[in-house]
């Protein structure tokens, strides 16, 4: 069976940035960048894109490209007969287990998109926002049937495959999303006092960057760009041979990160405008801003326009989730496509159902001291991700070797050894040694 492909540059960059550019850009990186001292946090998060983000992007789309299969049988076509096909796995997992819990929150995304277009946030207090993103999370049924509208919605893009699927709509999302970010940026820098959350943003302070800082610019380098969860040597797998990687990883990288800095300019110049705390994660998103909306002249168009851009980055990530387990479906067991995306996305949504209840009825229910939400978050985040960074780092660097992935990227062109020294000492020593530290702090270990 000849394997679908992706069929323009600018389709293959629009899926890709699309998966990469998500919630982390939107309710954690400017905050973060805010504060870890601005530019001068920025210049780090440049540092480690450049030195490991970028390098270990080209290193999983050559692994995908080489392989030409799901993230399983591309480990065994590099290396048959071998365990690494292990690392395959571990890829196949994450995608899974973090899509159980993403089209929960994508769910409560949508669920403010209703609540903005029918004006029903409109009549809640400022004050009483905090309750009401607490019985919106909270309300087990309304939370199971908007998940279930986002596993479909994203299950109806992936079933129709690479091309007539996933570019297609991506495509279609990416410069909407891009309009609706220049729109709000617009509105947001012209409010009276906002300067404040530029300052808040750009303005260098080293002293406030500490090492910590280090692991964060990094560790969040790998959450934005989705790497180390099977979703690069998934999409790398359908990009043809003559497409340069990496000009394409160069540009994923770039737009991840102007979108996440464009987000930043966004959300805090409105927020400082209006007198509010700058905060983070679901609070910022889900608190905050309605409430700095509710003080905006015409703010339940605005915020509208603002849940439709967080719904637009996040269901193109759901995408590229969805299709790395359903490619693997799909071709490790020979079940048509139809059936591996309808059964993948049936188990996803049945998988959500406890994290979603760890809102309500199972908010008790702890194993480790964590609920069903935070565990799936934890294993994810602090245990597969960073091991299957750390395994494709030694795969690609000690295993396959350096100047075999550098083929792959560069095809027949002569590479000069000093990007082939650079390469092998970042993918072999540099980029396993920095993520073991984020393991390692990241568990309190250092
Ligand atoms: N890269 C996305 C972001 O920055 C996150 C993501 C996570 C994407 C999981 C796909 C899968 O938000």
Known sequence: MKRDNFGSKLGLLAA?????????????FPYVVGENGGAAFILVYLLCIALIGFPLMMTEFAIGRFGQANVVDSFKKIKPNTPWFITGILSALTPFLILSFYIMIAGWVFTYIGKY????????????????????????????????IVITVTAFIVIAGIKEGVEK?????MPLLLVLLIVLMFRS??????????NFLFKPDFSKLTPESFLEALGHAFYSLSLAMGIIITYGSYVK???DLTSLSLQVTIADTVIALLAGLVIFPAVFAYGFQPDAGPSLIFITLPAVFESMPLGSLFGLLFFSLIGIAAIT???SLLEVVVSFV???????????TFTSASVIFLLSIPSILSFSTLSEFKILGMTFFDLFDFITAKITLPLTGLLICIFAGWVWGAKNVLKEVYGDKEISPILFYLYSIIIKIIAPLSIIAIFLHSLNII
């Open 169 to 173: 709509y991506s495509k279609i999302l």
């Open 317 to 319: 990530s759901t995408i």
């Open 241 to 243: 041979k003559d497409q």
């Open 117 to 148: 277009a029918t004006g029903a946030i409109s009549t809640v207090a400022p004050a009483d926002l905090a309750n009401y993103f607490t019985s919106t999370a909270g309300n087990a049924t309304g939370a199971i049937l908007s998940s279930l």
């Open 189 to 198: 820098l012209t409010l009276d006092g906002a300067s404040t959350g530029v």
């Open 330 to 340: 799909n071709e490790r067991f020979n079940i048509s496509r139809n059936i591996a």
């Open 16 to 28: 890709a940035a699309g998966s990469a550019i998500g919630l982390g850009n939107i309710w954690k």
